[in-house]
């Protein structure tokens, strides 16, 4: 009996490391397949580091603010009686906007003139009496009184009728409409915004140390997400004298013709200060950096060792300023070198690769997207 349990164990130990050595093979055999595997060439890109002479500019954030910029409102209290406008309509200088009730002061007006018409007669009549002496200087000054009095008071109906006569102060493009007919206004209530949208300013701030390379009369290059890729140009018209004592910043403005109105205050927009002189750059399409937190770096075709393929290398760069499809690099890269154009997010360093640029974009300086 125990002679049994003893084969049996001897038995189940020979299984066992049969399966053993059997499973170390296959593991050997994957190992050594996995270091023999090379994995296909990846197709890819390309463009060709160039060397390109760019203009210097002050870049800031700004923002856009009226010429001319007002909310009309009431100056007297009174009934909306007429409603000259529609919201959103453009307006010309001295155009009706509101009409209040003035029936109270058209009424006093008939009786206020008559009076001005009678101490106008009898200030002429007094002017005769007292060339001739007839009365005294006293009652000649009090003709003169009464007649000024008069013409007081119809002036004052007038300016009252006038202020209730609700006009624009200047050309410009309506708000949204903020009274409705009958409504009684009080002092102060506004009415609708006016806003001269073209030309347009563009207030921004620029470190001190850079105020001696800027000037009144230089050119500004403006941008947003609202233009569609559009820029629009101005000039600087005013720099504040006083350099803010808690950022050390000074505060510029610039006129910037607003065509088509696509700029509106309140919007933010980037500036950019165009300066004289222009520097030497390196550039390379936007689409071919890898951007990561601890650095970015692009991906350098160089011809195998066997000089039977292509590999890339990865390469780390210092990036500068943005135009366009283009950004610049400041170190890192080579003029004339060729690197991965697209797609380099899927790439890995030593990587074999294929070049096919049937399909690689056209990259520009000023890129003009269509409108699909």
């Given at each position: ?104 002061e058209e009424a006093q007006l008939p009786g206020l003139l008559a009076q001005v018409k009678l101490a106008r007669t009898e200030l002429e009549r007094a002017r005769k009496m007292v060339a001739e002496k007839i009365v005294s200087q006293a009652d000649y000054d009090k003709a003169v009184a009464t007649h000024d009095q008069a013409l007081s008071q119809a002036a004052n109906v007038r ?214």
């Amino acid at each position: 009996m125990k002679k049994r349990i003893l084969f049996a164990i001897l038995g189940l130990l020979v299984v066992v490391a049969i399966l053993a050595g059997l499973k170390v093979m296959q593991i050997r055999a994957m190992i050594s397949q996995g270091k023999k595997f090379v994995p296909p060439a990846e197709t890819v890109t390309t463009a060709v580091v160039t060397a390109d002479s760019w203009g210097a500019d002050l870049t800031a954030v700004g923002t856009l603010s009226a010429v001319q910029g007002v909310t009309v409102a009431a100056e007297l209290p009174g009934k909306v009686v007429k409603i000259a406008f529609e919201s959103g309509a453009a307006v010309k200088k001295g155009g009706l906007l509101v009409s209040q009730d003035i029936s109270s002061e058209e009424a006093q007006l008939p009786g206020l003139l008559a009076q001005v018409k009678l101490a106008r007669t009898e200030l002429e009549r007094a002017r005769k009496m007292v060339a001739e002496k007839i009365v005294s200087q006293a009652d000649y000054d009090k003709a003169v009184a009464t007649h000024d009095q008069a013409l007081s008071q119809a002036a004052n109906v007038r300016a009252t009728i006038n202020k209730k006569t609700i006009r624009a102060p200047f050309n410009g493009r309506i708000g949204i409409r903020q009274v409705n007919l009958g409504q009684i206004l009080k002092e102060g209530e506004a009415i609708v915004t006016l806003q001269n949208l073209n030309p347009i300013y563009v207030d921004f701030s620029l470190p001190q140390q850079q105020l001696a390379q800027v000037r009144s009369g230089q050119s500004v290059r403006i941008t947003s997400d609202a233009l569609a890729g559009e820029t629009m140009e101005g000039r600087i018209n005013a720099i504040t004298p006083l350099v803010d004592a808690d950022t050390r910043n000074v505060k510029v403005q610039a006129t910037v013709t607003n065509r088509g109105e696509k700029l509106r205050p309140g919007m933010f927009v980037n500036v950019a200060v165009g300066l004289p002189e222009r520097r030497k750059v390196q550039v390379i399409p936007a689409t071919a950096v890898l951007y990561a937190p601890y650095g970015d770096s692009v991906f350098i075709v160089e011809d195998s060792k066997d000089r039977k393929g292509k590999l890339l290398r990865q390469q780390f760069v210092r990036l500068g300023e943005k135009r366009g499809d283009f950004v610049a690099v400041t170190s890192g890269l080579k003029g004339g070198e060729t690197i991965v154009s697209t797609g380099v997010f899927k790439l890995r360093n030593g990587q074999a690769v294929v070049i096919d640029n049937k399909l690689a974009p056209a990259f520009s300086a000023s890129p003009k997207p269509e409108n699909n």
